[in-house]
């Protein structure tokens, strides 16, 4: 009988509870798919744009004024690392869609340097997700898409888009940058949702 | 920190039986061309992306699953393979 790595690999890693095919790594890689942007806070904005083409804008100053939450979640990137217990400290998503009148399921996140991603709405509300600024007790660094990311922890990292500049919620779903190259359009990385198909 | 295109000559080569890093891109953002082997490169993970040195516009990129390779050349609005 022959075992496959991938079946032993899984077990390996779900005895250590972990999602499947993951291992653990206490360092922060860092993977980059182009330039890293240098955004400065009084460049950087955050916009929600509803399927209505109504835009909600916040600066960095109006988005210190709003709620504090200090999220310690575990990342699972789809490269297969996994780092628990992250420490981060921003600004929660139903914080900002507060004000916003949408009937939209799908979000689109666009970043400084030309990034998306799509996923559902749901997946960005109900304190699933936040626009988080400081890591570990300190401001988040650009190779870490400082000012300001997306943090959405329950789906793999590629979701949780850095150098985070908008939302733009769509009606019907598309593709955004990895999505349209082979890798899953939700990524749960508990179901191993990795590429299209799986 | 950026690659340059040479780094492609090994996932390319899986898929064309020409090396196409000797090819010319067009750039579809700015219309630059160069060698596909003077494009900035990041990856391999989560995929290669290869960008125009011009304009960072995405010129070309490779994601290699267990099952499947995807090539996309949306940003690359010609590509000359020399023969």
């Known amino acids: 009988m022959t075992l496959s790595p991938g079946f032993r690999g899984r077990h ?3 005895a250590a509870g972990l999602p499947p095919g993951q291992y653990l790594t206490t360092d922060f890689p860092v993977l980059s798919a182009g ?32 709620p504090v939450q200090t999220p310690t979640v575990d990342l699972h990137c789809v490269t297969k690392w996994s780092k ?9 998503l139903d914080d900002l869609f507060a004000g916003v009148d949408t009937a939209a399921e799908f979000a689109m996140v666009h970043s400084f340097g030309g990034y998306t991603t799509n996923l559902p709405v749901a997946d960005l509300l109900d304190g699933k997700a936040w626009i988080v600024h400081t890591y570990e007790g300190a401001d988040l660094h650009p190779e870490h898409g400082g000012p300001a990311r997306l943090l959405v922890p329950h789906l793999y990292l590629w979701k949780s888009a850095k150098w985070v500049r908008g939302i733009e ?5 598309r593709p955004g940058f990895w999505e349209g190259v082979g890798y899953h359009d939700y990524g749960d990385p508990w179901r191993e949702q990795r590429y299209q198909g799986d | ?10 996932p390319l080569s899986e898929l064309f039986a020409v090396d196409v890093t000797a090819a010319v891109s067009r750039c579809a953002g700015c219309g630059q061309q160069d060698a596909v082997a003077d494009l900035l490169v990041y990856g391999p993970d989560p995929g290669w992306v290869a960008r125009c040195p011009g304009c960072d516009s ?17 940003g690359s609005a010609a590509l000359r393979i020399p023969l």
């Open chain 1, 35 to 66: 330039p890293t942007p240098r955004i400065s806070r009084e460049r950087w904005e955050f916009t929600i744009r509803t399927e209505h083409q109504v835009e909600h804008r916040w600066s960095w100053s109006q988005l210190q004024q709003l």
């Open chain 1, 169 to 173: 919620l769509m009606v019907q779903n």
């Open chain 2, 1 to 10: 920190m950026a690659l340059d295109g040479n780094t492609l000559a090994g």
């Open chain 1, 12 to 14: 390996r890693s779900q």
């Open chain 1, 84 to 92: 628990l217990a992250t420490s981060w400290r921003g600004v929660s």
């Open chain 2, 58 to 74: 995405v010129v070309l990129r490779i994601v290699r699953g267990p099952s499947a390779v995807w090539l996309d050349l949306h």
